[in-house]
């Protein structure tokens, strides 16, 4: 099947397909615009991801590989049934000992294949697909060049004006904007691709960010907000960010109040539910936003501790929901749920009992190398949950910010899963803390636990 | 395996909102916790509706519930042709005004034609055009009315249809005969003009233009009205689209027909011959109400907009949707207006005095709340 930027190939479980599965990623990375290394490491990790599924993936269907251009990376999708699989070696704090002979249902030099990709592309996620059936999905970024960031001081002049044209802000104006905003707000509060402006306009064009860019009255950029989706029916908004430093704060604060309103207008008759920011800037207007509770973010090494406010706004009247919470967390989320006046059942979960689990269990782990933080997210249960959390936050505070080490560590718990409410007594065995709640960020809403140990 | 059943949807339903209603009252009192709810979001007359109709509702018999109603409305569209002089055949009904939106917009338009409306105001125009896969040309409210200019500046020759709600829901604004009459003159029959009269019931004031007495002049020009506000009978769902034979015969060959209930299509009958007095109550209601709320909006320096219809809208100072779960608390559910375009203002339909004071007494504790309490503020 084949569309614009999309190539799907259905193959038997067998490596004798192999090449085939190779040759349409090295093909499809250079025609989605991968550089020549880039294509390499694609073609790697699908040659290690199909090897690896071709003998332990379940073998009643064809496995399905995706290739598909997301404007600034490529992706490999593999849909497949579990069968025999274990995904340990996709966790970031996986090692593989060779040695070791085997464990569990496939020995851990099978899982090598699954380190190596994983660690070749930026970014490894799995993804349920209904019953037994789940999506493995690799990314490798496009390269871009650094920007300097602008800092020249400007007094801009009225009218401030939000224009908006068909197919969004012109790629010149957001990469101007972009330097703009890198240069005035401290980098905690900018997405990493403002220092990288070429990428940040590729991801508006490709949609995985939106923009709207104000101009004053002689058309200069004069403020800008940008969002991206967070679960199906969730927007992160980066800003607003303004770029006056005329003595008038009021054309600031119009810039703002202006930037906004059109992002409010923009996604209040789509499917989202809220808009939340988790870096919002000091520019965003009083009163539009609720402040969620906040995070004690210390940055970089040097710096010290920060406090961060989250900032929501629901775009409809709530109607109430249900969560699932392990019985030590209720009191938490029934305070916060009373603050914010949010209506929520709250039912009780357990752990499932450890002869029903999986041996080994799954954490994403993003990384933002730039704010020295890491984010991770449960994916799958498994009897060794607390000690897989245990070598992340070990990893993690184990390396320096410049190889993949991250001082701030986050977690998110969707509390629409029985089993991940189920989770907290072994975040709390890991030094991890509830801070705030995020309202409908994911499948319902998102518990955010923040490491602290390292910071008593 | 099976495809992904979103690669069998269209693009423009992908993208689509659907539109989830609130919930039934009892569910909202279990989780906001309130043994009450006064209903102050939809702008339905609290006063119910005029005695005959609700004679007509009181005598349903059930084993009436087993027959099918008229597939057209006979009698009600007999009844309206009664009432506005016209032949019957000249009007339509319809489950409420949005299936008769749908109707007009399918007789209309094809791939590639577009609608013009506002930008604030009834939402549902925009949504039926946008998920029937046409472009809806948004036009910004100028002092929080119709923009006649704009809205004429936006047309090209694939727009089929503007829509301009008079008075505008939830701004009140309305154009007089004046601006009517010069806009339908500059439209020029180039295009459906659709006036959705929806509140026209409330407005007392000669200068407000007769849409029943346009259609005779601009032949392009077709009316909505409804049975939903005025007449209370929102419950029982119709509405009806009234133009000239020939607009009002091809709309007819995209409409639904059974749609409208037995019950509904006799309860309105009944409201259309017992009106009088039932207007002039609620009307009197509708005035009461205001004039204890806009008093209380100035004085707590909240600016609002209040023109004709059952509602005014105020602006809070912090957003909407906080206003709202905060007064869903105490038993007051209000209409946040971010869905309509216009963050951090509140539309609040007017009832009883009572209940006019409960909501006061709600408003004032949420707003002296939110203002004292530095959550709300980003700046805390």
Request: charged share 20%.
């Amino acid at each position: 099947m084949h569309q614009d930027n999309r190539l799907t190939l259905e193959l038997p479980p067998d490596v004798a397909f192999l090449p085939a599965a190779v040759g349409a990623a090295e093909n499809a990375a250079q025609v989605f615009g991968l550089d020549q290394g880039g294509a390499l490491k694609l073609a790697l990790a699908v040659e290690e991801f199909f090897a690896y599924l071709c003998r332990f993936a379940g073998r009643e269907e064809p496995l399905r590989m995706t290739l598909s251009q997301g404007g600034t990376f490529v992706r490999v999708a593999f849909r497949f049934r579990a069968g025999d699989v274990s995904l340990r070696a996709l966790n970031f704090a996986a090692n593989v000992t060779l040695d070791e002979g085997s464990d569990g249902a496939c020995a851990q030099s099978d899982e090598l294949g699954l380190l190596v990709a994983a660690r070749t592309t930026d970014r490894c996620s799995l993804e349920s697909s209904g019953s037994g059936v789940y999506v493995l999905l690799a990314e490798v970024d496009r390269s871009y060049p650094e920007g300097e960031p602008l800092r020249t001081r400007q007094a801009l002049t009225p009218p401030i004006s939000v224009p908006q044209t068909e197919g969004g802000p012109a790629s010149g104006l957001l990469q101007h904007a972009a330097l703009l905003a890198a240069g005035r707000y401290p980098a905690r509060a900018c997405p990493n691709s403002f220092f990288r402006p070429a990428r940040f306009a590729d991801m508006v064009a490709s949609g995985q960010y939106q923009a709207l860019v104000a101009q004053d009255g002689a058309g200069r950029p004069a403020g800008l907000i940008c969002w991206r989706s967070s679960g199906p029916r969730a927007v992160v908004f980066s800003g607003p960010y303004q770029f006056d430093d005329g003595p008038d704060k009021a054309l600031g604060q119009e810039i703002a109040r202006q930037l906004t309103d059109r992002f409010l207008s923009l996604v209040a008759r789509t499917e989202v539910l809220c808009a939340f920011s988790e870096r919002p800037t000091a520019d965003v207007p009083q009163g539009w936003f609720e402040r969620l509770g906040s995070l004690t973010l210390r940055g970089e090494e040097a710096h010290a501790p920060e406090s961060q406010p989250a900032l929501f706004r629901h775009l409809r009247e709530d109607v109430g929901g249900a969560v699932w919470a392990h019985p030590d967390l209720v009191d938490f989320l029934t305070r916060q749920y009373d603050r914010l006046a949010f209506s929520r059942d709250i039912l009780k979960t357990e752990p499932t009992p450890s002869a029903r689990l999986a041996q080994h269990s799954l954490l994403a782990t993003a990384l933002d190398r730039r704010r020295g933080l890491a984010l991770l997210r449960p994916l799958l249960d498994g009897q060794d949950f607390a000690a897989n959390l245990s070598a992340h936050v070990a990893a993690l505070l184990g390396q320096t910010m410049e190889d993949g080490g991250a001082p701030d560590i986050l977690l998110h718990m969707d509390l629409s899963e029985p089993w991940q409410g189920a989770l907290y007594p072994a975040l709390q065995a890991n030094g991890f803390t509830p801070r705030l709640i995020l309202p409908h960020a994911g499948a319902s809403d998102i518990l955010v636990c923040q490491y602290v140990a390292a910071h008593s | 395996m099976s495809l992904p059943i979103a690669e069998l949807v269209p693009q423009h339903i992908r993208a689509f909102e659907a539109y989830v209603p609130s919930r039934p009252d009892p569910e909202l009192m279990r989780v906001y916790k309130v043994d009450h709810l006064h209903r102050l979001n939809n702008n339905e007359n609290a006063l119910g509706p005029p005695p005959a109709a609700r004679r007509v509702i009181d005598a349903f018999e059930p084993p009436r519930s087993a027959i099918y109603p008229s597939g057209d409305s006979f009698f009600l569209r007999t009844a309206l042709g009664e009432r506005f002089g016209m032949d019957p055949e000249r009007f339509l009904v319809g489950n409420g005004s949005c299936e008769v939106i749908a109707s007009v917009i399918k007789a209309f338009c094809e791939k590639g034609d577009n609608i013009i409306t506002a930008d604030k105001t009834f939402a549902v125009y925009e949504w039926v055009a946008e998920f029937s896969g046409f472009q809806a040309k948004l036009i910004a409210l100028k002092n929080y009315a119709f923009d006649p200019e704009a809205m004429l500046a936006a047309m090209d020759s694939r727009t089929k249809i503007l829509f301009v709600c008079n008075p505008n829901n939830p701004t009140g604004t309305w154009w007089d005969r004046e601006t009517m009459e010069r806009f339908l003159r500059a439209v020029d029959g180039r295009a459906i003009v659709v006036l959705d009269e929806a509140y026209r019931e409330y407005v007392d004031d000669e200068r407000f233009p007769d849409g029943m007495e346009l259609m005779e002049r601009h032949k392009n020009v077709v009316v909505f009205r409804t049975f939903s506000k005025m007449y209370a009978l929102a419950g029982l769902r119709v509405g009806y689209v009234c133009g000239n034979k020939e607009v009002v015969d091809y709309i007819r060959r995209t409409h639904i027909v059974y749609s409208v209930n037995g019950l509904g299509q006799t309860a309105a009958v009944a409201a259309l011959s017992d009106d009088v007095e039932h207007i002039a109550a609620t009307r009197r209601m509708v005035d009461r109400a205001r004039e204890l709320l806009l008093p209380a909006f100035r004085e707590l320096d909240l600016p609002y907009v209040s023109g004709a219809g059952n509602f005014v809208m105020v602006q809070t100072p912090a957003s909407d949707s906080l206003i709202y779960r905060q007064l869903m608390r105490r038993g007051v559910m209000v209409r946040t207006m971010t869905g309509f375009r216009f963050p951090n203002w509140v539309r609040i339909s007017l009832v009883q005095e009572p209940v006019m004071l409960d909501f006061l007494a709600a408003f004032r504790e949420v707003i002296g709340q939110v203002r004292a309490d530095g959550d709300a503020d980003v700046q805390a």
